[in-house]
C-alpha cells in the first residue's frame, strides 16, 4: 500500500522560511512525477511546484524564485523549501506523487496535507 507522509508545516511570520517534506514509500514501481500543490480556505486546489515526467521542475508563478522543490532518490522524498513567505501562502498543502506501472498505467497519490500559515 503506498503511502505518503509529510512533515514540516506550521506557522511562521511574514518574511520566514520553512521547508516540506514528503515521504513516499509502498510502491514497486518509481515515480513518474512528483509535486506539490495547496489549497487555501475556500479555493481550488492548486500546483505549486512539480518534477515533471522529464524530470524538469515547473513552478506557479507566484512562488517563482521563493520556492524551491528538490528530492532525495535515496530517500523516496522530495522536498518544498519555502522563503520570503507571505499571508497568502497560507494554506494546507499537499504532496502528489505519480508512478507508472511497467504496463503503462499512472497511478496518482495524494498526501494528507499539512498546514502552512503565515501570520505576525
Known amino acids: 500500500q503506498v503511502q505518503l507522509v509529510e512533515s514540516g508545516g506550521g506557522l511562521v511570520q511574514p518574511g520566514g522560511s520553512l521547508r516540506l517534506s514528503c515521504a513516499h514509500s509502498?510502491?514497486?514501481?518509481?515515480?513518474?512525477?512528483m509535486g506539490w500543490y495547496r489549497q487555501a480556505p475556500g479555493k481550488q486546489r492548486e500546483l505549486v511546484a512539480t518534477f515533471t515526467s522529464s524530470g524538469t521542475t515547473n513552478y506557479a508563478d507566484f512562488v517563482k524564485g521563493r520556492f524551491t522543490i528538490s528530492r532525495d532518490n535515496a530517500k523516496n522524498t522530495v522536498y518544498l523549501q519555502m522563503n520570503s513567505l507571505k499571508p497568502e501562502d497560507t494554506a494546507d498543502y499537499y504532496c502528489n506523487v505519480a508512478f507508472r506501472t511497467d504496463w503503462g498505467e499512472v497511478r496518482n497519490y495524494w498526501g494528507q496535507g499539512t498546514q502552512v500559515t503565515v501570520s505576525s
Open positions: 509502498g510502491s514497486i514501481f518509481s515515480p513518474y512525477a
